[in-house]
């Protein structure tokens, strides 16, 4: 996924310290600490939570290139803007959202929302489940309408397929 100077190069460009990516990314800032110091190797699905945070915030990550070229961190063009104001939908929620200046609705299942914490959750606690993981939700965003997945009504419906391997 990414190395430990990788995610201290994305903190620096960012200008987050150690607190701010573990309050974004939902995990405990001892993780985030003891991976930059390659102390130990988060978990899948915390590592996840780290990359997902930092690429939802602007960050593209670079791996070793043919020419041996190294791997890096840059900033991207942040093509999807989104609302925090998630709507209820017969058996999930909608998060409205923009892609390049056109207006999409992102549906996500209740079963998403159930798997990624492998929990049933009340449809009362499903917008706190999709907010801890927002930065997850719009990574898998950005993936299915890369695939091509958003319809001609702007509709995208997300599926397990379109979540980094290890986030269920």
């Given at each position: ?15 987050w ?7 974004n990314?939902?995990v ?8 930059e110091?390659n102390v130990r190797?988060p978990m ?8 997902s945070?930092l690429?939802?915030?602007?960050i593209a990550?670079?791996?070793?290139a ?10 991207r063009k942040v ?7 998630l709507?209820?939908?017969a ?7 923009r892609h ?10 209740r079963d998403?929302?159930d798997?990624?914490?492998?929990t049933?959750?009340?449809?009362a606690d ?9 930065p ?13 997945k ?10 397990h ?8």
């Amino acid at each position: 996924m990414i190395s430990a100077a990788q995610c201290r190069a994305a903190r620096a460009l960012l200008d987050w310290s150690q607190d701010e990516l573990a309050q974004n990314a939902q995990v405990a800032r001892a993780t985030i600490a003891d991976f930059e110091r390659n102390v130990r190797q988060p978990m899948r699905n915390n590592l996840i939570s780290i990359v997902s945070s930092l690429e939802a915030a602007g960050i593209a990550f670079i791996a070793e290139a043919e020419d041996g070229a190294g791997v890096g961190v840059k900033f991207r063009k942040v093509e999807l803007e989104y609302s925090k104001s998630l709507r209820q939908a017969a058996d999930g929620l909608i998060l409205p959202a923009r892609h390049k200046g056109t207006a999409l609705s992102v549906y996500i299942s209740r079963d998403l929302i159930d798997d990624i914490d492998r929990t049933n959750y009340r449809p009362a606690d499903w917008l706190a489940a999709v907010q801890k993981h927002l930065p997850i939700f719009l990574r898998a965003t950005e993936e299915a309408i890369l695939k091509g997945k958003v319809s001609s009504d702007a509709k995208l419906v997300l599926s397990h397929d379109d979540f980094p391997y290890g986030t269920f």
